[in-house]
């Protein structure tokens, strides 16, 4: 049964590089490759995580990974550089391989399992869905000319499903974890707003808000948890406001 299971998180990464191998070299087929990316692939999932669908942290696990997936392929559309889009896929590809392997171990060989090691994929996986939705989103929206509060309240309730996933899987209370994610939701759809009201790319925006929700999701962590002291506010701050002064001095701007 082991063999199997390590068989399946091969399988979900071979599967993640064939949707963006197909969205690269054959896109007339989208059919096969949204069957992979949103059946095929959580089935395996599921399996990998016991079929255990009546508890929370099935889902958890499940929706985590998906989230990614899903982002980097609606940033993936956005795209016009062939290095951008092969560069896409081989991160997707590695992450979700480590999440795989990180997820078959905590299930099924515990031993081998490093402490924290789901809980900071589970946060940099929201970073990087954070990164890639939000490009999707100001893309669409300057492409629809969309009314600026339409992506904002989806980036507000993507905001709200990220934060509360990993709160959640830092071993913040679910009642905790709502409040938190409420006030994420709130503020991060402000930042959606704020930014796009900036000259610069879609591209640097999307950067920005993924520093906003770092900053807002270890601050958050950091409370909940009892750890926050002004160093760990002064850590968070001097890094997010260092790389935001580095994502606008280099940005292009219109």
Known sequence: MIVLHRLTTLLITLLTAGVFAILLFNPSNLLLAGVLGIVVIPILFSR?????????VFWVFLLLPMLLLLSAVFFFFFLEGEILKYSVGILVTLCMWLYTESVFEFYHLPSSYQAYTLEYLSLAFSILSAFFFS????AMGLFMQLPIWVPAIVLGLFSWFASMMVLWVSKISFARAIRFSIVCAVCMAQVYIVLSLL???????????AVFIYTFLGLSRAQALGKLSKTVVLRYLSVAVLLLVIIFLTARWI
């Open 199 to 209: 000259p610069t790319s879609f591209l640097s925006n999307a950067c920005g808000f």
């Open 48 to 56: 990998l995580l016991k079929w255990e669908a009546k508890r929370f």
């Open 135 to 138: 490009s999707g989103m100001y």
